[in-house]
């Protein structure tokens, strides 16, 4: 078993006004039916507003503090800004408190500051990247990751202002966002998060997660594995769900998506 450091987190207690109860659906619809099975349990925990969109433009704020939080894998960073506001957002790897962070449509090249891709240089290390201009960071939000700013490639109407940059995703995936979405500077924090091993299942029931039962060991009415006298072989080709649908080596992205044009080349398997 092994465990985080939590040595480098500052000792302060959540900040109320950034913080609310936890309702968990555990993996049911709007009807209360299982939709996503081996969920439940768990401890309870306090839900921290994450401030994805960091809209506060040309405001500076100072880290009060950097603290654990146990909705994400990533560390977060509480801001106070010059105004009095305060914020969480996610914290990126060597941010210390006291440190001083900007969002801006072109600010300094400076760990934690937030401005437009097509200002960020290349080879620039980014996360927390918005995939429509003002959305608000919808991808690279998770322990460790972070994308690289390849180049930047001019509008299909071929004028130059406001075009798309190249960005290699931490999955290897290379994909071209608008120049004009904003994305911070840096990698992620706890990057050690993927070498971690809980070591018994209890622990992974804390996490919500309950035990997972082999479909070979189920009656022939829950799995296409189910049933037979002793251990049986599968008795199919090629692996498949309990609701009969192929998996394992299928390709699951809709080739008519609209957001394939954006792809240029797909991961690295």
Known sequence: M????????????????????????????????????????????????????????????????????????????????????????LAPQDLKTGDEIITAEKAPLRLGNRMKLKNIPQGSMVHNVELRPGQGGKLIRSAGSGATVLASSPRQDGRGEGGYVQLVMPSSETRIISGESYASVGQLSNMEHSSIVLGKAG?????????????????????????????????????????GKITGGRKTRNKKKKSGKFIIRRRIK
């Open 2 to 89: 092994t465990g985080y450091d939590f040595s480098r987190l500052s000792k302060t207690a959540p900040l109320k006004s950034a913080t609310k109860g936890l309702i968990r659906s555990w993996g049911r619809n709007n009807k209360g039916r299982i939709t996503s099975k081996y969920r439940g349990g768990g401890a309870k925990r306090l839900y921290r507003e994450i401030d994805f969109k960091q809209d506060k433009l040309n405001i500076p704020g100072k880290v009060f503090s950097i603290e654990y939080d146990p909705n994400r894998t990533t560390r977060i960073a509480r801001i106070n800004y010059a105004d009095g506001d305060k914020r969480y957002i």
């Open 203 to 243: 622990r992974t029931r804390w996490l919500g997660r309950r035990p997972k039962v082999r479909g070979t060991a189920m009656n022939p009415v829950d799995h296409p594995y189910g049933g037979g006298e002793g251990r049986q072989g599968r008795g199919t080709r090629r692996p498949k769900t309990a609701q």
